[in-house]
């Protein structure tokens, strides 16, 4: 019986890492290909800074904190977000309201999962990659799911151990087998997890090394100017808003 389980156990974890190494082969392949330095012309404001250290969710709690510091919307801590202003001064904005719908109130979760794909976001996130500062996200996405298959069948090798001992597969001495040869796929699959912080990781990030080396540049403003608060949002997201409520009402959990 041991040995079937460990037969499932090697299966999914040699195809996972098979997939990941040939996802990691396939974003090598495409880097290499487009050799076009960074474009310098792509204006970087703070939605696109938003964008390169946090993704479309940090574009998405920008844009919320930036309407509520001039009080045209009002996110609560309570899970609800009631636009006050319904003129939206940007794509960004417009996306937002028209998110929120004609009630003028929704609730923040769905407000949140809805923007992250709006046509704004889209747009700064295809920008920036056109311009060599943001990982495409298709590769980000295929390299995240590669890892995620890693981890999801080492946590599997583990379960079905766990199972051929629970079923007593490892008395008449067959402990010492059992406990070899199940060490093969973790071994694998620990492993190249391991060499994948240094050869996935690059295309896990949102931003590129160009578009590190852009954020590295950002320098936050001082104490009474206007741009501070937003521009610490940008960088390091909903935990350098002052406000708890405030915070809270960011943080809140998509349905």
Do not use: K, N
Request: with cysteine.
């Amino acid at each position: 019986m041991w040995l079937l389980l460990l037969l499932a156990a090697c299966t999914v974890t040699v195809l996972s890492c098979v997939h990941l190494v040939g996802v990691v082969a396939a974003a090598d392949l495409s880097a290499e290909d487009d050799t076009r330095p960074p474009d310098g012309s792509v204006r970087i404001g703070l939605y696109e800074t938003a964008y390169l250290a946090g993704g479309p969710e940090r574009v998405v709690d920008l844009a919320m904190v930036l309407m509520a510091a001039q009080r045209r919307l009002h996110p609560a801590h309570t899970g609800w977000t009631t636009v006050v202003d319904p003129q939206g001064r940007d794509g960004m904005e417009r996306d937002l309201i028209t998110a929120v719908g004609p009630d003028g109130q929704c609730r923040t979760g769905d407000l949140r999962q809805a923007l992250v794909e709006s046509p704004a976001v889209r747009e700064i996130g295809a920008r920036l990659a056109l311009a060599g500062l943001a990982t495409p996200a298709a590769v980000r996405e295929r390299a995240v799911d590669a890892v995620s298959r890693v981890r999801r069948s080492l946590l599997l090798t583990v379960v079905l151990l766990g199972a051929c001992l629970g079923l007593g597969e490892g008395g008449g001495g067959q402990l010492p087998a059992v406990l070899s040869w199940f060490s093969l796929p973790l071994i694998l699959g620990s492993g190249t997890l391991l060499m994948s912080r240094v050869d996935v990781r690059p295309y896990t990030r949102w931003a590129t090394p160009a578009g590190r080396e852009v954020l590295r540049e950002v320098r936050i403003p001082g104490p009474g100017d206007e741009r501070q608060l937003l521009t610490a949002v940008a960088v390091s997201g909903p935990s350098a808003v002052p406000d708890p409520l405030l915070r809270a009402a960011l943080r809140a959990p998509r349905r």
